[in-house]
């Protein structure tokens, strides 16, 4: 009774492992695409910058060709200016192409074709980020996944031990069989249908230790699991 109580609790505990590493899987999944998307948003700021940055050295090369108009500055000023323009317009060049390569690593891990329009947040400065709470590493515990997978890991090596002992319990077992022949019961020489009642105890006598080192092997394993857990 207790093996096959234990084997179908483990059985239960195994399950639930398996749907807390589900669990894990989806918050996976869904962290790496929060990572790729602020990654996008991150790299359209930047390009954003450079933009504003370009524009920038632009109006400042058109001062610099006023002044050498006006024979004010000579032309080595102006072939700084201009180099610092083409500089900036290279970064502003390298920068959008790194945007348009996150976009398509978010549209690839979120499903969509790579060459799906960027619909991101403009600057990382309009985010409204939620304010810390006190709780929240009860929460985490709470909820993470992590922390269940090795709860019912724990529990599910626990019956574990309790499966590995019960083998070594004394086993009583019943049965009940019959055939059809003769004699038949009460020795009559008809043919006739004859039950027969079985029982079947068998008790262990020595294991030379086995008992003893195969549950410790087991009871090993589900401290392992706990300190998994405590880490």
């Not at 001062?63 to 500089?87: F, S, T, W």
């Not at 599910?156 to 499966?163: A, H, L, P, R, W």
């Amino acid at each position: 009774c207790g093996y096959l109580k234990n084997t179908r609790n483990a059985a239960m505990s195994q399950a639930e492992v398996m749907r807390s590493f589900v669990s894990h899987n989806q918050q996976e999944v869904m962290l790496n695409s929060d990572n790729y998307y602020w990654n996008s948003v991150t790299k359209k700021e930047m390009s954003n910058l450079r933009i504003i940055y370009r524009d920038a050295i632009g109006e400042f090369l058109k001062v610099i060709q006023d002044r050498v108009d006006e024979e004010v500055v000579g032309m080595n000023e102006l072939y700084q200016a201009k180099v610092r323009y083409n500089e900036a317009e290279y970064e502003v060049i390298r920068t959008n192409k790194d945007f348009m390569v996150s976009i398509m690593e978010l549209n690839r891990m979120v499903g969509l074709p790579v060459n799906t329009p960027p619909y991101v947040a403009d600057s990382l400065l309009i985010v409204e980020w939620a304010t810390v709470e006190n709780n929240l590493a009860v929460k985490a515990l709470q909820q993470r996944p992590e922390i269940g997978l090795l709860e019912n890991k724990i529990s599910m090596n626990e019956y574990n031990e309790k499966i590995t002992a019960s083998q070594y319990n004394p086993k009583f077992g019943v049965g009940v069989g019959g055939n059809f022949g003769a004699p038949s019961p009460g020795l009559s020489s008809d043919p006739a249908f004859n039950y027969n009642l079985q029982a079947k105890l068998a008790i262990p006598i020595f294991y030379w230790g086995k008992r003893k080192e195969e549950v410790f092997a087991t009871r090993q394993v589900t401290e392992v699991s706990k300190l998994e857990m405590e880490q």
